[in-house]
C-alpha cells in the first residue's frame, strides 16, 4: 500500500546533551530517497529528526500572538464539535477565558520575527528556498486540535514540547464533505488509516491532500509546522500581467489599412488576430522573469520587525558571526540578486558575497572572508543597515 507511513528511527532529542542548540533538522535518508519516494506522494514520521525546539516557549508565543501585526488564531473544539475561531487581533486577556483543555493557539509566520526560530530552515537546503512559505508554531491545551482536515501544501509538522496524537486519513480534494463550519473547512468523516504520537523531536511530513488531526495528549503541547508554498498559477498570471503592464504605454487599435466590410455583423479573422497578437506583444520575456523573481523573493508580510535576539543565536552557535534576518527573502537570477522583491545589480566582486548570503542564514567569519572584496564590504554595510543582515 502506497499510503504506507514508513518511519526511520533516529537519535532522539531527548538523548542529547542538555546544551541549548538553535533548532535542527535531519532527514533520516538521503534527500534523493526522500524527493522519490515521499515528497508530494505519501507521508513519513520521522521520530527524533529535529531537536534544538525549547524556543519559542508558550509565553513567547502568546506575546507574539498579542503582537499587532502577527497573524494568530485561536480555535476551540473537540470531537464532534462545536468548533469556534478567534482571529487577531486577539484580546490581551483571551488566554484567561480559554479554560484548560480543547483550545489551541496557532501563531502563523514565526520565522519572519523570530530570526532564530527562521534558522531551521537552513536544514530543508534538500528543498529551494522559494519554495518555502512560512513556520507556524501551535500551542494547544490538552484535548486541542484544529480538527480534522486537509491542507493543500506540503508541511513538516515538528513536535517541539508535549506530545499530539496524529491521526492521518485518505487524500481529499475539494470536494470531500465538510462539517458544517465553514470557517474551519472540517471534513465530515475521516477513517484513520494509520496513527502516531509524536513526542519532541519527532516530525511527521504530509503531502498536500492528505487528511490529518492531531489532538494534543497533554498540556503545553508545541508543534511547528514548516509549510511549503506552491505559486497559484492565477495569482502568477496576474503578477505577470501587472509587471508587464507597469511598464509598458496604452497603445490603441489602428487600421489606416481597412478593406471593404462585407458584414458589420462579425469580427473578422484579420482583425481578431490583430487584437490578440496586441495584447500578448504586451508580454515582454524579460518582464515575465522579472514578475517571477520579484513574487518569489516578496515576503509573505512587510516589514523587518523584531530585532535579531543577538545573545540567543550567540549562546547556542559561537561560530556565527552574521544572521539573515528572518523576514529576509533571498533569490538570484544570474548577476542579480533580489533581495525582499527589489532587484539589485551585483559587481562582479560582490556576487561570491552574495551567493553565500542567499544560500543560508547563518555564516561564519572564515566563509565571510573568503568572499570580501572592498564593494561586497560596501553592500553588507548597506544591507547592516537596512536590517536585513545582522552582525553578532
Ligand atoms: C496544529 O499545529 O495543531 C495544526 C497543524 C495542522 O494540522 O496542519
Ligand atoms: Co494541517
Known amino acids: 500500500d502506497h499510503r504506507d507511513l514508513h518511519s526511520f528511527p533516529t537519535r532522539r532529542s531527548s538523548d542529547l546533551p542538555a546544551t541549548a542548540q ?14 522519490r519516494e515521499y515528497w508530494q506522494k505519501r507521508p513519513l514520521f520521522m521520530p527524533g529528526a529535529a531537536s534544538g525546539l525549547d524556543q519559542p516557549d508558550a509565553n ?20 464532534n464539535g462545536p468548533w469556534s475561531v478567534l482571529q487577531s487581533p486577539l484580546d490581551d486577556n483571551v488566554f484567561e ?37 512560512d513556520i507556524m508554531i501551535s500551542y494547544a491545551a490538552k484535548g486541542g486540535s484544529v480538527g480534522p482536515h ?20 485518505d487524500v481529499c480534494d475539494e470536494s470531500s464533505p465538510r462539517q458544517a463550519t465553514d470557517e474551519l473547512k472540517l471534513l465530515a468523516q475521516m477513517p484513520v488509516r494509520e496513527e502516531f504520537i509524536a ?50 504605454d496604452s497603445k490603441l487599435f489602428t487600421d489606416p489599412d481597412r478593406g471593404i466590410t462585407t458584414d458589420p455583423s462579425i469580427l473578422a479573422d484579420t482583425d481578431r488576430q490583430q487584437l490578440v497578437r496586441g495584447a500578448l506583444d504586451l508580454l515582454h520575456p524579460e518582464a515575465i ?23 540567543h543565536i550567540r549562546e547556542r552557535d559561537s561560530d556565527v558571526s552574521l544572521v539573515r534576518h ?24 560582490q556576487q561570491p558575497l ?18 570580501m572584496t572592498p564593494t561586497a564590504r560596501e553592500l553588507l554595510h548597506e544591507w547592516i543597515e537596512q536590517g536585513y543582515f545582522s552582525p553578532l
Not at 107 to 125: P, W
Open 326 to 349: 528572518g523576514s529576509v527573502r533571498l533569490l538570484m537570477q544570474g548577476k542579480l540578486a533580489w533581495l525582499n522583491g527589489e532587484a539589485h545589480t551585483l559587481t562582479e566582486q
Open 150 to 169: 486537509f491542507d493543500r501544501y506540503d508541511v513538516f509538522l515538528i513536535q517541539a514540547s508535549g506530545s499530539r496524537r496524529w491521526q492521518i486519513g
Open 22 to 35: 538553535l533548532p535542527s533538522f535531519t532527514l533520516p535518508l538521503t534527500p534523493a530517497a526522500f524527493l
Open 354 to 371: 552574495v551567493q553565500l548570503l542567499a544560500s543560508k542564514r547563518r555564516y561564519q567569519k572564515r566563509e565571510l572572508d573568503a568572499v
Open 97 to 133: 477565558t480559554l479554560g484548560e483543555k480543547n483550545w489551541t493557539l496557532l501563531v502563523q509566520s514565526v520565522d519572519h520575527f523570530l530570526t532564530e526560530t527562521s534558522l531551521l530552515l537552513d536544514d530543508f537546503a534538500f528543498l529551494p528556498n522559494w519554495r518555502v512559505e
Open 199 to 248: 513526542q519532541p523531536g519527532d516530525v511527521l511530513y504530509l503531502p498536500p491532500g492528505v487528511a490529518h488531526h492531531g489532538v494534543a495528549e497533554d498540556s503545553d503541547c508545541i508543534t511547528w509546522s514548516v509549510g511549503f508554498r506552491a505559486p497559484d498559477y492565477q495569482m502568477l498570471m496576474a503578477e505577470i500581467a501587472g509587471e508587464c503592464l507597469a511598464e509598458s
Open 60 to 79: 513567547t508565543l502568546a506575546g507574539l500572538a498579542l503582537e499587532e501585526s502577527v497573524e494568530a488564531r485561536v480555535i476551540t473544539g473537540a470531537g
Open 289 to 311: 522573469e522579472r514578475a517571477i523573481y520579484r513574487w518569489l523573493s516578496t515576503p509573505r508580510l512587510e516589514g523587518l520587525e523584531f530585532a535579531v535576539d543577538e545573545h
